[in-house]
């Protein structure tokens, strides 16, 4: 700044307008005193005119400075944007914090964005007062900056309710449109980004698993094994020999149905965390989805009849009651069943087993056709518990899944993106023998949930997705979660205790809400991959 005065000064002094005058008053002899007054008096008037005007000038230098540095923030917080998108972000938030009206006209305005280098520079011109004498009718000011953009490695779950009442009101539509636009958000225009991967994980009461990263390792009664965990087989009579039925023996025995890919939920604790599995503990082993063949005879209450009873073909042969009808195993030998299994409503072993899970990928356009391939399931119900727990899992560094970071890798931040329609219910209320339809969790009549109602199943899922929730926060797992055109309370209420924090829990009653929901969580994920 004292350089700038001196400068001023110095064009003052040799400025056309004050050397005729100290001219003129070198030639006057008389009135010494008035001319020595005058000579002195122009220099400290225009002295005090600079200092007044270049005041004025580092006002607006900081004011400039302010407003740039806002414009660099806020670009520096748009991931996945075009060259134009960040020019008018940078615009808008420079002139919010820069108006036109302020001191100092703004005439050039620049930004720049080169890998995650930010740059911004911009210059106002001041009017002066009293410099104009020297003829300076404008000062002009300028200020820049360069802003680093350290980018984080960001792994994202998106566990998205595919059940069959995602089928009304457009439901399923305005999720595929939404989710896609979070998609384009946060990746951009880079089809395979190297800090950003993403996980689909579309559940109905079930999930299903068998993707290009499983393995049979996983799967309790797999590779000639044994049927040893604790749910396996329970809906059937056993072998000869006193032995489990194996689900995976019975898909072999059907001559026109293989396993899909769905499993059942483990028993608890492992219900809920990402234990590994291990043939050393088999109820941390994962139990093939198998849907009965239910009995010819019952009415309405049974929703899955793709098999002939027989109740002569199970070894010495049974008598003719409903339990016998659905749990003899050997009518399935050799069989061909009623199988289908395109939604909404399926038939066979694999009734409302949806598309496999998508594992952590930074493959966008892969990411982009699933979700536009997801359909509705009829049937079933809605396990919101099932399916976070399948999203804690594949953002888990700990097998089934194994593409995750480690939980305290400091260089990786984790999120979670959970929509429901519904309530967490198990279809039921029915008076025969199974209470439900079958599920993740089996029959009601079981009573692995610790009650056979099906109004109280509701409650014990909700407490279970609050321990998933519980599981994914105890590990900084960021946790979004939507209800969408909800009603009922209890899940709304369970979905706020489940974000991770009250401003991350949206309740979209509209379609067009849902986007402006997607749109702000894609650019929150983008931030979050900045350093902070």
Avoid at 395 to 402: A, E, K, N, R
Avoid at 410 to 423: C, F, M, Y
Avoid at 445 to 468: C, D, P, W
């Amino acid at each position: 700044m004292v350089r700038d005065l001196q400068s001023v000064m110095k064009r003052v002094v040799d400025g056309p307008h004050l050397r005729p005058v100290l001219g003129w008053l070198g030639r006057r002899s008389p009135g010494n005193v008035a001319m020595i007054f005058g000579i002195s008096l122009i220099p400290l008037l225009i002295a005090a005119g600079t200092a007044v005007d270049m005041s004025r000038a580092v006002i607006v230098k900081s004011r400039l400075s302010k407003a740039i540095d806002a414009a660099g923030l806020a670009v520096g917080g748009s991931i996945g944007k075009t060259q134009q998108e960040l020019e008018q972000i940078a615009s808008d938030y420079f002139y919010a914090n820069y108006p036109y009206d302020k001191l100092g006209q703004t005439t050039q305005f620049n930004v720049s964005v080169s890998d995650n280098i930010v740059s911004i520079d911009a210059t106002a011109e001041v009017s002066t007062t009293l410099m104009k004498i020297a003829g300076m009718d404008k000062v002009e000011v300028h200020s820049s900056a360069e802003i680093i953009r350290e980018t984080k490695k960001l792994e994202v779950a998106l566990v998205l309710d595919n059940t069959g009442s995602m089928s009304s009101n457009g439901k399923i539509g305005a999720l595929r449109t939404a989710a896609t636009e979070l998609i384009n958000i946060i990746f951009g225009d880079n089809p395979s980004p190297d800090h950003l991967t993403v996980s689909l994980v579309p559940f109905v009461t079930a999930v299903n698993i068998k993707n290009e990263e499983f393995d049979w390792s996983w799967i309790d009664g797999a590779q000639g094994r044994d049927a040893l965990a604790q749910f396996h087989g329970v809906n059937f009579l056993p072998m000869p020999d006193g032995s489990k039925v194996n689900h995976l023996d019975l898909f072999d025995n059907i001559a026109n149905a293989d396993w899909r890919g769905c499993v059942e939920t483990r028993p608890a604790p492992y219900d809920t965390d990402d234990t590994e599995p291990s043939i050393a503990n088999p109820d941390t082993l994962f139990v093939p989805y198998f849907w009965p063949d239910e009995p010819d005879t019952g009415g309405s209450d049974f929703h899955n009849k793709y098999a002939t009873d027989k109740l002569a073909s199970y070894p010495g042969g049974l008598a003719d009651t409903e339990a016998n009808r659905q749990a003899n195993w050997a009518k399935y030998d050799g069989s061909n069943v009623t199988v289908d299994e395109t939604p909404m409503d399926t038939a066979g072993p694999n009734k409302s087993c949806a598309t496999p899970l998508v594992p952590l990928t930074r493959d966008k356009q892969r990411l982009l056709t699933e979700i536009a391939n997801m359909q509705p399931w009829n049937n079933s119900g809605t396990n919101n518990a099932e399916g976070l727990a399948w999203g804690l899992r594949v953002l888990s560094p700990t097998p089934p899944f194994t593409t995750g970071a480690a939980w305290d890798d400091p260089e990786t931040r984790k999120a979670l993106i959970v929509l429901t329609d519904g309530e967490n219910q198990i279809f039921g209320g029915y008076s025969q023998l199974n209470k439900s339809n079958y599920s993740s969790v089996g029959y009601l009549s079981l009573n692995r949930l610790g009650t056979t109602s099906y109004q109280t199943a509701k409650g014990k899922l909700n407490a279970k997705v609050i321990e998933v929730c519980d599981e994914l926060k105890a590990q900084k797992v960021r946790i979004y979660a939507i209800t969408f055109q909800v009603s009922a309370a209890a899940i709304k209420d369970t979905f706020l205790a489940c974000a991770s924090d009250p401003t991350l829990y949206f309740n979209s009653p509209s379609n067009a809400d849902l986007q402006d929901v997607f749109r702000a969580i894609g650019q929150d994920l983008s931030n979050l991959r900045l350093s902070k």
